[in-house]
């Protein structure tokens, strides 16, 4: 009997910068590290195997086609300065320059899923979404002939307006399940362009859990990237998990410089599904019972990261022990919770948190039951 690759049916995935995640003294199921950051912090990239059950290397090849990418990309073994153009007619070149570096890369890191190569494509009526899938027959043919036995994934990274086309959404289903893809790919990470997970309207949101439900249903692992709080709702209907990136990813940041901002020392509340700034959390009292905050609450940078990492692996860990039939009654009944959370902060300490987000996210489970009972019906 082979072991299962994940060690509970729902994860949450880290993506550590630094080497403070280490000294947690946690075990992640996953981790997954940008393939620059492990030339940018190498010590760190070498200490995550002992802290993390499967290490994922994200190839990022997607930066290959854009201008402002970070210093350390340009130290990865990938065919810099190669246009998309010559990337696209030249499959010996791509096979050897992206497809074996790529890989090569990813097993010298030690990681222990393979991801294929991919690149950022707005939507699947366009040149780069059909290479991604070449890319991808491509790695499962390396893969073959080099006889490397690890789980092969793809990544799904797509702009947000196909979200509401449903036959796009069916499309991407039926490309990425079909032929050789339905036995040699174990899974995919899906990251959607622009997408704020509080901001979006109702539609996008159900579009995105309907493309997670329909890959789930084909017998692939799928989680979610980039996402937010919403990455945990996601859980409840198919997804394996979600992985903590940037709440929002945005190629408009790599085609110029720009400024990336400061991150915002704001701290998360698994009890809004939201994040609140200091004077906000003072507001309302807030304490919280994890190691980084021990009944008081985290106040600097580290520890907000910290209490962060607890409480989104705690709220996995919840979710992985609820049976697949009770996640969704589990998920609104959280949401209910923090709606009334929020009743209560607004109500007793005239609070400034919105629940437009939660009422949103409700529906989106609403509508993933009967989605649920459609497509059961239908086998
Ligand atoms: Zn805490």
Redesign the pocket.
Known sequence: MNKPLLSQSVIFIPKPLDSGITELGLKFPAVMLDAHIAEWRPKVAKRIPSISELLIVNPVTYYLLYKNTPKSFKKLPYPHGATFEKLHSEPEFRFEKLIQSSVEYQLAKKADIIVAPYFFTEDDNSAKFNLNLTMLSETIQFLQNKNIKKPLFGMIYIGNAVLTKGLSVSNIVARYTDGEYSNAVKGYFVAIDNFDSRMEDVDSLIGLTKLIHLLAKEDKIIFAKSIGAFGEVLGAIGSSGFVDDKETMSVEYLKEKTNYGRPKNRLYIPEIFDNANDTEVQNIKYK?N?L??NGSV?KDVVSKKR?SL??RTDAMNELSTQPSEKKVSFMKNRIDQAIDFIDYCVKNHRSLFKKTHLLKWKQVLESAEVLAKTTKNQD
Do not use: K, N, P
């Open positions: 919280c994890c980084a905050c985290a209490h607890y409480r």
